[in-house]
T-cell receptor, first 112, second 115 residues
Framework: AQSVTQLGSHVSVSEGALVLLRCNYS??????LFWYVQYPNQGLQLLLK??????LVKGINGFEAEFKKSETSFHLTKPSAHMSDAAEYFC??????????FGAGTILRVKS | NAGVTQTPKFQVLKTGQSMTLQCAQD?????MSWYRQDPGMGLRLIHY???????DQGEVPNGYNVSRSTTEDFPLRLLSAAPSQTSVYFC??????????????FGPGTRLTVT
């Protein structure tokens, strides 16, 4: 069975600081991995996805994530946080591309 | 394109009542799904469909029913509402396909309270 663990339900960074949101997954087959973002009172929006074409994946709004098979990780980073990055971030895994299994989410707070 | 639309936005039900949450998409997507979001638990899959006439259960299907008579619509029925079904419900759609990492598009959500 697949599962996703997101370390840290809340992360707080200063504006301009590095953003690091952690995601570890469990999957019995090579997984498809995703990061979605949810702004308050909205649905989810795709930030980026891993498809096995490249281990470093670039997404929208300056975010990127690196797939590390040996560590079963897919951490999300952004070099410099902006106030508009404050949101909840979800890591998700899929074995076949259809059904998504989500982590519990990480709320990112950006301090001015 | 309106994308994925959901109605209603908010709903309050009494225990035992039934209702249908509506979901529609105008992107001609084959894959549609329903999730519920609860604090600290992320999103959990309720039911999904890979095309008109085909539905299957997700992780938490009990108490919910779905049907898919058209490509565009995927309603979620609560048969007899319980307080445990208080949640935010999201509908999502995607082009579908096995062994492809495609984007799923989410609706704005329906916030349901069962008293």
């Amino acid at each position: 069975a697949q599962s996703v663990t997101q370390l840290g339900s809340h992360v707080s960074v200063s504006e301009g600081a590095l953003v690091l949101l952690r995601c570890n997954y469990s999957s019995s087959v090579p997984p498809y991995l995703f990061w979605y973002v949810q702004y308050p009172n909205q649905g989810l929006q795709l930030l980026l996805k891993y498809t096995s074409a490249a281990t470093l994946v670039k997404g929208i709004n300056g975010f990127e994530a690196e797939f590390k098979k040996s560590e079963t990780s897919f951490h999300l980073t952004k070099p410099s946080a902006h106030m508009s990055d404050a949101a909840e971030y979800f890591c998700a895994v899929s074995e076949n591309g259809n059904k998504l299994v989500f982590g519990a989410g990480t709320i990112l707070r950006v301090k001015s | 394109n309106a994308g994925v639309t959901q109605t209603p936005k908010f709903q309050v039900l009494k225990t035992g009542q039934s209702m249908t949450l509506q979901c529609a998409q105008d992107m001609n997507h084959e894959y549609m799904s329903w999730y519920r979001q609860d604090p600290g638990m992320g999103l959990r899959l309720i039911h999904y469909s890979v095309g008109a006439g085909i539905t299957d259960q997700g992780e938490v299907p009990n108490g919910y029913n779905v049907s898919r008579s058209t490509t565009e619509d995927f309603p979620l029925r609560l048969l007899s509402a319980a307080p445990s079904q208080t949640s935010v419900y999201f509908c999502a759609s995607g082009p579908g396909g096995v062994f492809e990492a495609y984007e799923q598009y989410f609706g704005p959500g329906t916030r349901l309270t069962v008293t």
